[in-house]
């Protein structure tokens, strides 16, 4: 298995409910990432792009279609092995921060830690995160950007092989939005993770290196950015 393929899709499919109520969301999806990428999956509402996340994420199952990460079929792991996948392995950043309210920053992150076997060194992530001076805060005390840091440092103290993204610039505004893109931009290149960002931003995609655009549960266009900008630089 080479770089190029690390996650592999194969003919994937999902559907919800049945008979007259039954809905097509994923038409047989084929694509692949290569290890390290910044992947975008861009889409309007109801395009398939979060079912195909948690999905990736081993949250939900697919209907039928393979996915291999690393070489590794997750339809071969049972339920054990693919929960120990999902710790070790995936970091989830979610539009709600999801932080345990009565532990403060640096606690919060350390939940992260203790999934991992090789976790990165959270003093140092604090700071690359721009937390080190609000570590003994509550969730309640910070700013939904800052929220939105530390459920990004939960993510990636594990030194996950793959963050997982869905919306999460969603609840923030737009000075806000572009300092989180900036902040997984600068992970992604400092850690090497592979990043999958679900958004209905368009601008988004001129900062990823591949972006797949869904709509009605098929790729559209499948394209790799020749010419990338930062996050700095992105407009919208």
Excluded at 66 to 91: C, F, P, V, W
Excluded at 135 to 163: E, F, M
Excluded at 185 to 192: L, Q, S, W
Aim: overall charge neutral.
């Amino acid at each position: 298995m080479s770089d190029k393929d690390f996650l592999k899709v194969k003919e994937l499919k999902r559907s919800f409910g049945t008979g007259d109520t039954r809905q097509d969301v994923l038409k047989g999806l084929d694509f692949t990432v290569a290890k390290g990428e910044f992947c975008v999956l861009l889409g309007p509402s109801g395009s398939g792009k979060s079912t195909l996340l948690n999905i990736l994420g081993g949250i939900d199952s697919a209907d039928s279609g393979e996915i291999y990460i690393n070489g590794d079929r997750l339809a071969d792991m049972n339920e054990k092995s693919l929960t120990q996948y999902r710790r070790k392995h995936l970091g989830y950043v979610f539009q709600m921060y999801n932080l345990i309210p009565n532990l403060n920053v640096k606690e919060n992150i350390e939940t992260g830690a203790y999934l991992s076997d090789n976790p990165l060194d959270i003093d140092e992530l604090l700071k690359i995160l721009g937390l080190y001076d609000h570590r003994h805060k509550l969730p309640n005390q910070l700013s939904g950007g800052q929220q939105q840091r530390v459920s990004i440092g939960r993510a990636i103290v594990k030194n996950p092989d793959i963050l997982l993204c869905d919306e999460p610039t969603g609840a923030l505004d737009y000075t806000t939005s572009k300092e989180i893109l900036h902040l997984i931009e600068e992970v992604n290149k400092k850690y090497g993770n592979t990043v999958i960002m679900v958004t209905h931003n368009e601008a988004i995609r001129q900062m990823a290196d591949h972006v797949i655009k869904l709509r009605d549960g098929v790729i559209r266009h499948d394209t790799l950015n020749k010419k990338k900008i930062t996050a700095a630089e992105l407009e919208w």
